[in-house]
């Protein structure tokens, strides 16, 4: 039994909520997303809610009762509110610019790496930050893991591009021998 898949999901004003077939799609004022549930699972919707029911009691539909209800969950809170993820870009040099093609990174090679812009993701870029916007969860976590293992943070002097409140344990480096 799924903890996490018996709690209703509020379906905030603004939004339309529709089950077709085993395809669950919300729309609301950042947009349309779309998703194909899982077939051993029932979506309801009653007054404002949506309820999910499993339709056989194995071990995998237990699973996915509380995955599709944390992604359905998160479909309705991209298409009212959205999500961000913040990359900081740490190093002599380093900087990030906006163009027409996508995302121009200087993080150290001889020549900027471009990123280009998936469909439904925003970039702005302030100073060391980059900030990645969506609808869907999973492509603006995606593209921001894309983006740091391009440079990801060095443990001797932290240089590289870290998400906004990461900690990197610094290592000491090479000591010098004591003579004795």
Same mark, same amino acid.
């Given at each position: 039994?799924? &903890?996490?898949? !018996?709690?209703? %999901?509020?379906?905030?004003?603004?939004?339309?909520?529709?089950?077709?077939?085993?395809?669950?799609?919300? =729309?609301?004022? &950042?947009? +349309?997303?779309?998703?194909?549930?899982?077939?051993?699972?029932?979506?309801? *919707?009653?007054?404002?809610?949506? *309820?999910?029911?499993?339709?056989?009691?194995?071990?995998?539909?237990?699973?996915?009762? /509380?995955?599709?209800?944390?992604?359905?969950?998160?479909? %309705?809170? /991209?298409?009212?509110? /959205?999500?961000?993820?913040?990359?900081?870009?740490?190093? $002599?040099?380093?900087?990030?610019? *906006?163009?027409?093609?996508?995302?121009? *990174?200087?993080?150290?090679?001889? =020549?900027? %790496?471009?990123?280009?812009?998936?469909?439904? $993701?925003?970039?702005?870029?302030?100073?060391?930050? %980059?900030? $990645?916007?969506?609808?869907?969860?999973?492509?603006?976590? +995606?593209?921001?893991?894309?983006?740091?293992?391009? &440079?990801?943070?060095?443990?001797?002097?932290?240089?590289? $591009?870290?998400?906004?409140?990461? #900690? #990197? !344990?610094?290592?000491?480096?090479?000591?010098?021998?004591?003579?004795?």
């Amino acid at each position: 039994m799924s &903890r996490i898949g !018996k709690k209703p %999901i509020q379906i905030p004003p603004g939004v339309d909520a529709r089950i077709n077939d085993f395809l669950f799609s919300a =729309k609301g004022p &950042r947009g +349309q997303l779309e998703k194909k549930v899982y077939n051993k699972l029932e979506v309801l *919707l009653e007054d404002e809610k949506i *309820l999910l029911k499993p339709l056989a009691t194995d071990r995998h539909t237990a699973a996915m009762w /509380g995955t599709e209800h944390a992604h359905i969950k998160n479909m %309705i809170k /991209g298409v009212t509110e /959205g999500f961000e993820k913040v990359l900081e870009l740490e190093g $002599i040099g380093y900087k990030a610019v *906006l163009k027409d093609n996508g995302l121009d *990174l200087s993080v150290g090679f001889n =020549k900027p %790496i471009t990123v280009k812009v998936p469909e439904g $993701i925003t970039f702005r870029v302030e100073k060391n930050a %980059i900030f $990645i916007n969506g609808n869907n969860k999973h492509s603006v976590g +995606q593209i921001a893991a894309e983006i740091r293992k391009i &440079r990801p943070p060095e443990p001797y002097k932290g240089k590289g $591009i870290r998400y906004r409140g990461e #900690i #990197i !344990k610094k290592k000491a480096g090479k000591k010098a021998v004591s003579t004795g």
